[in-house]
């Protein structure tokens, strides 16, 4: 007879049925207004953030505040667009990012610990903002003192959300933010 393990199918045809998605329809297209909008939004406050870090000569822009601005400017009124969120994800994941490089050193296995942690805790704190994310693998890849934490990261969120407190209150007919 031999040895002969018997094969558990796995399920792949599962998985493939899982992978082509729900076939549910694309989102609806957003207005032209709406679009420009939240282009002028966006430009606003990274010119603000941009124009401030030069005039002052200090750091306020962050490579992922881009990110902020899509959801800030193009979806207000998402809890992922709210101050809270955007402020305090962006200051916890940093300072998880700070906090991983400074035990860890900047290893493989350290940045995905910091970015995990991040996610974990603004899920937690209730202050996810998924450009935040980002934060941790910033830190990893320029290893910066932690004076980045209050420059470009608060300093920087907290420009953005003064922007989006004016800009989206003035250009739109509900109100900004839905909670702090």
Known sequence: MGNHRV????????????????????????????????????FCAIATVALLSDTFSVALV????????????????VPFSQPRNIIGGHVLSSLIGLVCLTLFGATWWSVAIAVGSAIAVMMWTRTTHP?????????????????????????????????????NNLSRRSCYPKYW
């Not at 549910?24 to 909008?37: C, Q, Y």
């Not at 470009?152 to 969120?157: D, R, V």
């Open 62 to 77: 962050l490579g992922s505040f881009g990110a902020s601005c899509v959801l800030i400017f193009g979806f207000p009124d």
């Open 7 to 42: 094969e558990q199918a796995i399920p792949w045809t599962s998985l493939l049925q899982k992978l082509k998605g729900d076939r549910v329809p694309l989102p609806a297209k957003h207005s032209v207004r709406a679009i420009a909008l939240a282009w002028l939004g966006g």
């Open 131 to 167: 450009p935040a994310g980002s934060n941790p693998v910033i830190i990893y890849l320029l290893k910066p003192s932690w004076s980045f934490l209050l420059f470009p990261t608060a300093s920087g969120a907290i420009v953005l959300v003064l922007v989006a407190l004016l800009y």
